[in-house]
């Protein structure tokens, strides 16, 4: 008799299992009955809210997921723009140069400083007055000189002089760059001071010549010179880049 009414372990599994389902069903009704008497929610309200609530943690990790890749996109934005902004530096040092080269910048450096007077001998009856005054053929050879000497920079009565500077006579006056000059001419040069110095020494230089004529020369060895950028334009009307089409 009492083996007939002993029972199997699957029996006492399946008699647990009832008993916990049967518990969660009462928790949940508990739990419902709850919230319908303190919130006065509905069993089919709750379903709808809790279908919203899922709904809105799929699109808040969709939005995270979404903040992930615009953080990556936006980190690779900031070092294509740091290599831009290095690029566009070297660009700028580069044109600097090229500004530089051709004049359009006020230079700064150690140099010389040559000036220059018309003749102090006195003129005799019949001479020729344009054996005592400057020509501009004596500035352009000196300017030559100091160019074969290594100058880097010239100005002249504080014209720069550039690759289209021109010096021509009007009178008694020079002009460079289109402007008028008159003596005493200052000959400002950034360079190596001895080599320029010495280049102004040479014998059989232009310097040396003008003096043989009593044309006073003063060579100034000068630790920091300040030549202004030229102020001129450089036109082209026949010269192209070699590359560009017509």
Known sequence: MTHAFSKSPFQVVLAIALLLVGFLIAWQLRTENNIRSNLHISSQRLEEMGFTLRKQARHREALESEIVAL??????????????????????????????????????????????????????????????????????????????????????????????????????????????????????????PQRLAEAMAQE??????????????????VPRLRLPAYRGAFPFSYGRPAGERK
């Open 204 to 221: 059989g230089g232009p310097l040396n010549l003008l003096r043989a004529f009593d044309f006073p020369v003063k060579v100034t060895r």
């Open 71 to 192: 953080r990556d996109q936006l980190r690779a934005y900031e070092q294509s723009a740091t290599r831009d902004r290095g690029a566009l530096a070297a660009i700028n040092r580069q044109l600097e140069e090229y500004r530089a080269l051709a004049g359009h910048t006020a230079l700064a450096g150690p140099g010389i400083v040559v000036e220059l007077r018309d003749s102090i001998r006195p003129s005799k009856a019949g001479d020729d007055p344009n054996l005592t005054i400057l020509h501009y053929s004596d500035i352009y050879g000196i300017v030559a000189a100091l160019w074969a000497a290594g100058a880097e920079a010239i100005a002249i009565n504080g014209e720069r002089v550039v690759s289209n500077t021109g010096l021509s006579c009007v009178g008694t006056t020079i002009l460079c760059n289109a402007k008028r000059i008159a003596p005493p001419y200052v000959i400002a040069v950034i360079g190596d």
